[in-house]
């Protein structure tokens, strides 16, 4: 795998591309493609994960595992989706569980790299920013 793996998926996702368009040469450099098989849990609730995930390709379910062992899903996410942002920043253990629904490509960036991108890149934090809001906004939508 190489950067051009990685300009290459920037270049066909319209999606991928309006995230990570900025992004300096430097980080760039330090995505990793990922590839995982349908049903593969990807992150597991509880536990802490040193990586900030942009799907690139497929369909994962968010979902929470209650004390009592119920599954509720909380979203469905897909390509253009991002995973790990609560949690990044303080390396907090995930609030909830991302399992593949399909086949899916993931980029993943290792912390260090996502605190510095983050800190140079004005449309990343725009782009967080603005889709955290978005997320928000329509769940406290939902509760009314």
């Known amino acids: ?15 991928i591309f309006k995230i990570l368009k900025d992004c300096p040469y430097e980080i760039l450099k330090q995505w990793e493609i990922k590839d995982y098989a349908k ?24 979902y929470i595992v209650a004390e009592n062992g119920k599954k509720y899903s909380q979203a469905v996410y ?14 907090k253990p995930y609030i909830c569980s991302v399992q593949a629904l399909s086949p899916v490509k993931i980029l993943r960036l290792k912390r260090e790299y996502f605190l510095k991108w983050i800190e140079i890149d004005k449309n990343i934090n725009n782009y967080v920013m603005h889709t955290l809001c978005k997320q928000f906004y329509n769940l406290s939508k939902k509760s009314w």
Request: glycine share 8%; charged share 25%.
């Open 1 to 15: 795998m190489t950067i051009h793996n990685i300009i290459d998926i920037i270049e066909k996702n319209a999606e």
């Open 39 to 62: 049903r593969t849990v990807i992150c597991n609730q509880g536990e802490v994960y040193d990586y900030f995930y942009i799907i690139v390709s497929g369909s994962v379910d968010v």
């Open 78 to 91: 897909t390509r253009g989706y991002y995973i790990g942002e609560l949690e990044i920043f303080d390396k």
